[in-house]
């Protein structure tokens, strides 16, 4: 079984500074893929950025960036100038090559303050 | 174009009711799944249908729990006798394929409270 953990709970960070949201999973599996999504109070759960296990090369999206170590079963999401938009809850979530259920961890509650 | 949409937002019940929830997916989406957000248990997959195939049911928690899918797009999930245990917010994403690595894109859910 594979499982995602999000050891943050909750994070805060000032408007412009940069966060960084851990995550790790476990899985014996050589190919997946993982994501960020974003659920704000809305309860819409927006893609954030994909990542291909494959693919030595961090993902990168306008000011989200992943840093991603295989090896190490890590995949972190960095936010550089944070906005107020960005307050939501962040879900880490694996998919593997012999499923289609994305496995979610429980998710880090990031405010951002003015 | 048209996101995943899910109706009703909310939906209050008496314990012992039953609900009807529903989701319609991108227009030539062929892969629909349903996940359940509860504070206790966080987000867990529920149900997974693709194209005319029979769906994978693995993930419905008891056998009060079902779903169908006509004519390819439109889902209903259904859960008998409601008890409060079930209150939980029901989410619903659809995907073009069922490639495994397809994006699944979300609806805005459905907030289930059982009385």
């Known amino acids: 079984a594979q499982t995602v953990t999000q050891s943050q709970p909750e994070m805060s960070v000032q408007e412009a500074e940069t966060v960084t949201l851990s995550c790790t999973y476990d899985?014996?599996?050589?190919?997946?893929?993982l994501f960020w999504y974003k659920q704000p109070p809305s309860r819409q759960m927006i893609l954030v950025i994909r990542q291909e296990a494959y693919k030595q090369q961090n993902a990168t999206e306008n000011r989200f960036s992943v840093n991603f170590q295989k090896a190490a079963k890590s995949f972190s999401l960095k936010i550089s100038d944070s906005q107020l938009g960005d307050t939501a809850m962040y879900f880490c979530?694996?998919?593997?090559?012999?499923?289609?259920?994305?496995?979610f961890g429980k998710g880090t509650s990031l405010l951002v303050t003015p | 174009g048209a996101g995943v949409s899910q109706s009703p937002s909310n939906k209050v019940t008496e314990k012992g009711k039953d609900v009807e929830l529903r989701c319609d997916p991108i227009s030539g989406h062929t892969a629909l799944y349903w996940y359940r957000q509860s504070l206790g248990q966080g987000l867990e997959f529920l149900i997974y249908f693709q194209g005319n195939s029979a769906p994978d049911k693995s993930g419905l928690p008891s056998d009060r729990f079902s779903a169908e899918r006509t004519g390819g797009s439109v889902s209903t999930l259904t859960i008998q006798r409601t008890q409060q245990e079930d209150s939980a917010v029901y989410l619903c994403?659809?995907?073009?394929?069922?490639?495994?690595?397809?994006?699944?894109?979300f609806g805005p859910g459905t907030r289930l409270t059982v009385l």
């Open positions: 979530a694996f998919i593997s090559n012999s499923g289609y259920a994305l496995n």
């Open positions: 994403a659809s995907s073009p394929r069922s490639g495994t690595f397809d994006t699944q894109y």
């Open positions: 899985t014996s599996e050589n190919n997946y893929y």
